[in-house]
């Protein structure tokens, strides 16, 4: 507090800043992989990390068995990211807080990954793919795809064996993912709706 008028003084500290690219000194770059296959004394590469990439503080990037673990450029790590040994991060992704890509995993260009989203050992997330907060991906991802969910699944409406829409609409709600509705969503005729659409809690208890 300061002597005078009440107000609250602020300590000036030099703060780390990751725009235009830059690691920060809090983050641990090139730890040994956690890997049962690795052995102290076994080769560890070194990560490669580009200059543009942003590295915020708490981040881990591990050394690889096999072959660098590789940062992208411009892509965005930010606090408590984890990215395990030989996995690669494309140019421009962004991985939000608590972000885990694990071992081998890869991420193409442009891939975004909300709070602490799982990308299990071996996935391969394609271009411009999107994943939800608290997904766990445990298998590939196409190209410029949404996927949620644990295990994570694609989040646009897809065609039931009978042919109709696992949308997941409800009588006067419409879920903004169904392919039949545009944004803003036009006035829902409920019972053209249901008979359109499968009930959502029906088809899980179809199995």
Known sequence: MSGSGGKVGVASVERFSSYGGGIDPRAVIGHPPESREWQPGDPAFEPSVDPTARIEAFVTVDAGT????????????????????????????????????????????????????????FVLVGDGAQIGGGAVVTKNV????????NPARELQSRPAPDGQLRCGCWPGRVNPECVFHATPAPPVDDAAHISAHRNPRASAHRG
């Not at 196409?142 to 969910?149: D, F």
């Open 142 to 149: 196409p190209a410029g795809q949404v996927w949620a969910g």
């Open 66 to 121: 096999r072959e660098a673990t590789r940062i992208g450029p411009n892509a965005w790590l930010m606090k408590h990211v984890h990215v395990g040994h030989d996995a690669w991060v494309g140019a421009n992704c962004e991985l939000a807080p608590g972000t885990v890509v694990a071992g081998h995993a890869r991420l193409g260009e442009g891939v975004r990954c909300g709070v602490n989203a799982t990308i299990l050992p």
